[in-house]
């Protein structure tokens, strides 16, 4: 038997008890009564501070598919532990003031605590559908704005890469343009001393002019 199924099984036969107990109440009188009472109160401590503490730990790691009945059976064992407290609270009143009250009464005492129970249930319900779907709302805008960033980011990274990419167009003009500058300035000074050259031999006279210069008057 699995650690769940053994608390289940001492959940439901605690509580048997314990309506036994009650239901033997009526029976009796007096200081035994009260004490039996008492008793049972205490069985019912037991059973919140222990048995359905450890229940609902295990319930806990269950999956949701596993979950779901064993939730439900500890909303039927919360009904009739309220229940029965109800029906103890109305013995210990009797008792204190010294009236006896029928087991009918109780029950119907009983059946008004255990309808105030049910509605309070019911909101505590309504309360945690309302959060639960407050929090798959928050999940879905989570979602939306991580895949938002996620878009950003991916943007970013394409613009970083076209910032690199203009950056090396950039250095290949520079160098292209530093490259072209050099062979203008190297075309240039050929040209230049091309241009020496034909100045000088324009200007140059003849050599024959050199050797018999024309005497003057």
Same mark, same amino acid.
């Given at each position: 038997?699995?650690?769940?199924?053994?608390?289940?099984?001492?959940?439901?036969?605690?509580? !048997? #008890?314990?309506?036994?107990?009650? +239901?033997? *109440?009526?029976? *009796?009188?007096?200081?035994?009564? &009260?004490? +039996?009472?008492?008793?049972?109160?205490?069985?019912?401590?037991?059973?919140?501070?222990?048995?359905?503490?450890?229940?609902?730990?295990?319930?806990?790691?269950?999956?949701? @598919?596993?979950? #779901?009945?064993?939730?439900?059976? *500890?909303?039927?064992?919360?009904?009739?532990? @309220?229940?029965?407290?109800?029906?103890?609270?109305?013995?210990?009143?009797?008792?204190?003031?010294?009236?006896?009250?029928?087991?009918?009464?109780?029950?119907?005492?009983? %059946? &008004? &605590?255990?309808?105030?129970?049910?509605?309070?249930?019911?909101?505590?319900?309504?309360?945690?559908? %309302?959060?639960?779907?407050?929090?798959? %709302?928050?999940?879905?805008?989570?979602? !939306?704005?991580?895949?938002?960033? *996620?878009?950003?980011?991916?943007?970013?990274?394409?613009?970083?890469? @076209?910032?690199?990419?203009?950056?090396?167009?950039?250095?290949?003009?520079?160098?292209?343009?530093?490259?072209?500058?050099?062979?203008?300035?190297?075309?240039?000074?050929?040209?230049?001393?091309?241009? #020496?050259?034909?100045?000088? &031999?324009?200007?140059?006279?003849?050599? @024959?002019?050199?050797?018999?210069?024309?005497?003057?008057?």
């Amino acid at each position: 038997m699995d650690t769940i199924a053994f608390w289940d099984t001492e959940f439901s036969e605690k509580l !048997e #008890g314990v309506k036994s107990s009650i +239901a033997g *109440l009526s029976r *009796l009188h007096g200081p035994t009564k &009260v004490q +039996a009472a008492k008793r049972c109160e205490t069985m019912i401590l037991e059973i919140n501070s222990k048995t359905r503490r450890n229940f609902v730990k295990e319930m806990r790691q269950l999956d949701s @598919e596993s979950k #779901g009945p064993y939730k439900q059976k *500890l909303e039927n064992y919360d009904r009739d532990l @309220e229940k029965l407290s109800g029906e103890l609270k109305w013995i210990d009143k009797s008792s204190s003031s010294g009236e006896e009250i029928s087991r009918d009464d109780m029950l119907r005492q009983a %059946e &008004v &605590v255990q309808d105030k129970t049910e509605a309070s249930l019911a909101r505590s319900l309504a309360q945690a559908e %309302e959060m639960n779907q407050i929090g798959e %709302e928050t999940l879905v805008k989570m979602n !939306e704005q991580t895949e938002q960033m *996620l878009k950003t980011n991916e943007k970013l990274d394409n613009m970083d890469n @076209e910032l690199d990419k203009a950056q090396d167009i950039m250095k290949s003009m520079i160098r292209r343009m530093l490259t072209d500058k050099l062979v203008l300035l190297f075309v240039g000074l050929i040209f230049l001393a091309l241009l #020496g050259v034909v100045i000088y &031999v324009a200007v140059k006279p003849p050599k @024959e002019q050199q050797a018999n210069p024309t005497p003057s008057g």
